[in-house]
């Protein structure tokens, strides 16, 4: 029986021992509810399973989710943790249009680890053809943040 075999070189970061900490964001086609996709395993999100991107292609009926962990944030007057996002799409290396800002709470998953999580629906971009999505999110609090460039060809 045929087995596909996929090996990667993956560094994994180290989480500091003070402070504030974002992971590397974590982008997906879609996310969908999953009893069994349990917190820790691959692209899960506490009973939210995101579907990875296997390739650049995409069509307009696709959405994009994106999520992450925060490690001892700041909370804010009302016990929430507040964090910025901007998504900022370039065409040919420049900037296609504004920042589309989203601001989000993240969620308690254990003592001192927060998660955040958002999509953006492709539907919404005026035209079809390549774009690169530059995804930054940015615990206000510390001004602390993280970035990460997503290369996607967008066809009807």
């Avoid at 395993?41 to 292609?57: D, I, K, N, T």
């Avoid at 001892?72 to 370039?90: F, H, M, N, W, Y």
């Avoid at 003592?111 to 940015?138: C, H, Q, R, S, W």
Wanted: glycine residues 8%; hydrophobic residues 40%; charged residues 25%.
């Amino acid at each position: 029986e045929p087995q596909v075999v996929y090996g990667e070189d993956v560094t994994i970061p180290e989480v500091t021992s003070e402070g504030t900490w974002l992971s590397d964001i974590i982008v997906g086609l879609y996310a969908e509810p999953k009893d069994d996709a349990l917190l820790g395993s691959a692209y899960c999100l506490g009973r939210l399973h995101v579907l990875p991107m296997s390739s650049p292609e995409v069509t307009r009926n696709n959405e994009i989710s994106f999520f992450g962990f925060l490690v001892r944030p700041q909370e804010s007057a009302d016990g929430k943790v507040a964090i910025d996002s901007t998504i900022q799409l370039k065409r040919d290396g420049k900037r296609f249009g504004r920042p589309l800002s989203l601001p989000m709470d993240a969620i308690q998953v254990s003592d001192d680890v927060f998660v955040y999580a958002n999509g953006i629906n492709l539907g919404a971009l005026p035209e079809t053809g390549a774009y690169t999505m530059v995804f930054k999110v940015t615990d206000p609090a510390t001004e602390t943040s993280v970035e990460r460039e997503v290369e996607i060809n967008v066809t009807e």
